[in-house]
Each structure stands twice: as structure tokens, then as C-alpha cells.
């Protein structure tokens, strides 16, 4: 086999495995929707944010001792963990938990896929990447949404006019969030991804931690067994494990094509109410997820090889 040849198959073979990690972030993500439903009727909030990204920053600040690393001293590189851990959790972590108190889990699965939307209005609007959307990825934009609106139906935006404005509001602002949080997660590439995810996580818990014990008095709660071990899957599966997973694909997929996990976060939602809930499957959910699939494929595949004014690939 040439070395070309080689490279290629090298090439190939890591796009698979990022893709595949970036389907296993999608899956951990999109159940978090269904465990803020269990959780939000006896946990409010603040606390569930609160206990959620303080149980994330406990693990990931052993694991990272465990490997031997430590955190950077530099006040500039904290200031930037700050701005991290409110866009990434604090922030959006909130606001689609307080959404999902006035409006169905399915409707904020919906809002919640316009990441990319903005991540591109964002380049488009400051020329930063403008130079790297394709007319490609501004399709597989496309088919993501379309796989959506497949994957859920009419009858999930059938209650957009009864639902409370402010709560999808919550949940788009959220959305705007993840946009702009890899963008800001790129200055972090030469930390390892579990140092990034424990400072940006701690810096969460620091600003969630009194907010919560201000606004909601969570020693006076009598939260269910079920809310509990909702939230406890929230802290060590869906936020711990997908912060490091996280990190490491604004590295090797860049922001648009980790926020393209957005529409495989709605899919696995609706997925996962299907097999866990009872929700009526269709050929239309098959349909959904296979646009959805393409689209992130197309969003995240690397551009061709030019030689000579020649695409090659």
C-alpha cells in the first residue's frame, strides 16, 4: 500500500471514530431530556443545575489527579474557565431545565437543534470560518433540520401556541449557548480535554452553588427516589463523561461540527421515548434519523484535497 494510500485509510479510519464518539455524545445528550422531566416536579431548577454540575466537577477534578494532571495556575486561563462553564452548563443547563417545566421534553428537544444555525449565522455575521462553510455543510445543515422535523412530526409543534413563550425563548437562548461555547472552547486546545472539563465544570459549580441556595432553599426539599437517581445520571453520564467526549471533539470536529450533534441529540430523544416510554414508532422516526445521519455526516466530513485547482477525494 502507498503512503498516500496509508494516510488515507489513517484519515478515514479517525473520521469513523470521531463520528462514532460524536453518536455516543448524541445518545448521553439526548436522554438528558427525559431525566429533566423525571427530575424538574420535586427539584427545582437551580438545585438540579447545582447538584448536577458539582457532582461532574468532583469526578472530573479525581480523574484528572488520577492521570496525573493538574490544573493550569494562570488567573486569564480561569477567567476563560468562567465563560466556559456558563455557556456550556451553567447557563444552558438552566435554562432548558426551567423550560421543561412549562413546555412538553419533545418541544425543547425541538428548539434545541438550532445550534448549528447559529454557530453559522455567527461565522457568516463576523467572517470568522466564513472561508470553511461549504455549500456541502450549509446541506447537511439543511437535512439535519429536515430530518427533525421528520423525526418529530407536526404533532411536536402542534402546541407552540399554548406553550409558554418564555420557556421556548429559554430553550433557544440555551441553544444560542452551545453555539457560541465551542467557538470559546477552541482557545482551550492545548489542555488536555479532562483538564479543560474540570476547570471549565468547577468554575459551574462555583456559580450555581450559591445561586441555588439563594432562590430555592434545596435543604427544604423532599425531592423522589426517581428525581434523585434522575439527576445523579444527569451529573456522572451526561454531563461528566460528555464534557471530556465534549472537549475533544471542538478539537477534531471544530464547533459546527460538534454542535451537528444537536440533531442526533433530538433523534436518540425521540429514540429513547420510544423504547423506555412507550411512544408509538414510525416509519417516519426511521426516515428522521436517517436524514439526520446524513446531515451530520456531510457537516462533519472533511472538505477535498485540492491539487492544481483539483478536488481529489
Not at 448521553?28 to 423525571?38: A, C, D, E, Q, R
Not at 477567567?79 to 421534553?105: D, M, N, R
Not at 425543547?108 to 455567527?122: D, E, H, R, S, W
Not at 417516519?284 to 446524513?294: N, P
Amino acid at each position: 500500500m502507498s503512503t498516500q494510500a496509508q494516510r488515507t485509510t489513517s484519515g478515514q479510519t479517525t473520521l469513523a471514530f470521531e463520528i462514532g464518539l460524536l453518536l455516543l455524545l448524541a445518545l448521553i445528550w439526548g436522554s438528558s431530556f427525559t431525566l429533566i422531566k423525571v427530575a424538574i416536579p420535586t427539584i427545582p431548577p437551580f438545585t438540579m443545575v447545582a447538584a448536577r454540575v458539582t457532582i461532574a466537577a468532583i469526578l472530573l477534578l479525581l480523574i484528572a489527579a488520577t492521570q496525573g494532571h493538574t490544573l493550569p495556575r494562570r488567573t486569564s486561563v480561569w477567567a476563560a474557565f468562567v465563560v466556559q462553564g456558563l455557556l456550556q452548563s451553567a447557563l444552558p443547563f438552566t435554562l432548558i431545565s426551567w423550560g421543561e417545566a412549562h413546555i412538553a421534553s419533545g418541544l425543547a428537544g425541538v428548539l434545541n437543534v438550532t445550534p448549528p444555525m447559529f454557530v453559522l449565522a455567527i461565522a457568516m455575521m463576523t467572517g470568522h470560518g466564513r472561508q470553511s462553510i461549504s455549500g456541502r455543510k450549509i446541506v447537511g445543515v439543511a437535512l439535519g433540520l429536515a430530518g427533525v422535523a421528520v423525526t418529530m412530526g407536526a404533532d411536536a409543534l402542534s402546541g407552540i401556541g399554548t406553550t409558554a413563550p418564555l420557556a421556548q425563548a429559554a430553550v433557544l437562548c440555551a441553544s444560542l449557548c452551545y453555539a457560541v461555547a465551542p467557538i470559546w472552547g477552541q482557545r482551550f486546545s492545548g489542555l488536555p480535554a479532562i483538564v479543560t472539563a474540570a476547570g471549565a465544570m468547577s468554575c459551574a459549580a462555583v456559580l450555581m452553588l450559591p445561586a441555588a441556595a439563594i432562590l430555592e432553599q434545596p435543604w427544604t426539599l423532599a425531592p423522589t427516589a426517581q428525581a434523585v437517581v434522575a439527576v445523579l445520571g444527569l451529573a456522572v453520564v451526561c454531563t461528566a463523561l460528555a464534557m471530556v467526549i465534549y472537549f475533544r471533539l471542538i478539537r477534531t470536529l471544530g464547533p459546527l461540527g460538534t454542535t451537528s450533534g444537536s440533531y442526533l441529540r433530538a433523534g436518540f430523544a425521540v429514540a429513547l421515548g420510544t423504547a423506555w416510554l412507550g411512544e408509538r414508532f414510525t416509519w417516519s422516526l426511521l426516515a428522521g434519523m436517517a436524514l439526520i445521519l446524513a446531515g451530520t455526516v456531510a457537516v462533519t466530513a472533511p472538505s477535498p484535497v485540492r491539487h492544481n485547482g483539483k478536488q481529489v477525494g
